[in-house]
């Protein structure tokens, strides 16, 4: 948990998005793996 916003940087800068975009990204992958409902 520590690096989590480092990496969300890191890779947000390798695809050429926003931080907020891998954000929005990886929660969404979450709500999907687990089948989660909001």
Do not use: I, M, W
Request: positive net charge; hydrophobic residues 50%; glycine residues 2%.
């Amino acid at each position: 948990p520590a690096y989590v916003a480092k990496v969300a940087l890191h890779l947000a800068q390798l695809r050429g998005l926003s931080v907020e975009a891998v954000a929005q990204a990886t929660t969404d992958n979450f709500y999907r793996l687990f089948r989660y409902r909001a």
